[in-house]
């Protein structure tokens, strides 16, 4: 029984506040493993960190898994690079890392990044950056199904937001599964995730305001190419996503679902509260979301059981 708070800045094993920004969450084992963006020193790279933790409360330092590298390196500490999400491949059995690299301190180079690790806790090799077709892609999120896809989901500011399949090794993209704007909205939905839940997947972003907050939305489909539904808001409208950007929902385990993330009942929902001024110690916001029938939906609670 592990009570959470509806906003924390966590601290690690070492009293350190947790480097979760922009945080990518998987389970590998009985374990949950989160990386995140460092940014003790504002927005400019500064590594990928690793966390480890059994309840999401406590939270063991993995230490710097993608460090920063030589300077006119791709991951170097010009640049910006964002949203760190891992998977694990099926086919090769690696641990493969996705990243929003962008430019020297600029948004204009707008492309994937993919490292390779053999654990979850790597090291991480930096392999290549894609942009698929060309597209641009800034926030990325990541997906596997429950037959071993990955997908990597990816903004692309002038045709939406794509959800692209990745090769069976993970390292490259296939399939360009759908793209879609927003309802009513110009672009398409950044910071985003996909969840699936008992065969309806959903699919949930954030508007572009910067680190600005904004009323995210979600929309459903019987399958990732669509019917897409509608977006809406998942929170009271106004509210701002409670002061929160979307950026990862984690399936919790449940008694008769047990470990199967396809079809788990409970969910924790974890989002950014941007603090621009001091980014290293921006917030985080993690609150039960319901996800059920088609509907989603995420309640202030200023503290609450998470049940693990
Ligand atoms: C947001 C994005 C963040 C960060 C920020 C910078 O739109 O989701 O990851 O890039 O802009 O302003």
């Not at 389970?27 to 590594?47: C, H, I, M, P, S």
């Not at 800034?138 to 071993?148: L, Y």
């Not at 910067?210 to 009271?236: K, Q, V, Y």
């Not at 917030?283 to 503290?303: F, R």
Request: charge should be negative.
């Amino acid at each position: 029984m592990a009570t959470m708070n509806g906003v924390n800045l966590f601290h690690d094993n070492m009293g350190e506040v947790a480097q979760l920004h922009g945080i990518g969450v998987q389970r590998f084992g009985d374990t949950w493993y989160a990386y995140g963006e460092v940014k003790f020193n504002g927005n400019l790279f500064q590594g990928v960190a690793c966390y480890s933790t059994n309840d999401f409360v406590d939270w063991t330092n993995e230490g710097i898994v993608l460090p920063v590298e030589g300077d006119d390196s791709i991951v170097g500490p010009k640049r910006i690079i964002e949203r760190p999400k891992v998977l694990h491949c099926p086919a090769t059995g690696k641990y493969v890392m996705y990243l929003h690299v962008d430019g020297e301190n600029n948004y204009s180079y707008a492309h994937i990044g993919v490292a390779v690790g053999d654990s979850p806790t790597g090291g991480f090799t930096f392999l290549n950056t894609i942009q698929h077709r060309g597209y641009e892609s800034r926030d990325i999120g990541v997906f596997q199904d429950e037959d071993g896809t990955g997908y990597i989901l990816s903004e692309d500011r002038p045709h939406g937001t794509h959800i692209y399949r990745l090769s069976d090794d993970y390292l490259s993209i296939v399939e360009d599964v759908v793209c879609l704007k927003g309802t009513n909205y110009w672009a398409g939905y950044e910071s985003p995730i996909v969840v699936k839940r008992d065969g309806t997947y959903y699919w949930f972003g954030s508007q572009l305001t910067g680190w600005d907050c904004n009323d995210n939305m979600f929309a459903t489909a019987p399958d990732l190419h669509g019917p897409w539904s509608e977006w809406t808001p998942f929170t009271p409208e106004g509210s701002k996503t409670y002061e929160s950007q979307c950026d990862i929902i984690v399936p919790l385990p449940n008694e008769t679902a047990g470990e199967d993330q396809w079809h788990a009942s409970r969910f924790l929902y974890i989002g950014d509260r941007w603090n621009p001024k001091d980014l290293g110690n921006s917030e985080l916001v993690t609150l039960p979301i319901e996800i059920e029938g088609g509907n989603a939906k995420l309640a202030w609670h200023d503290s609450w059981d998470n049940g693990l």
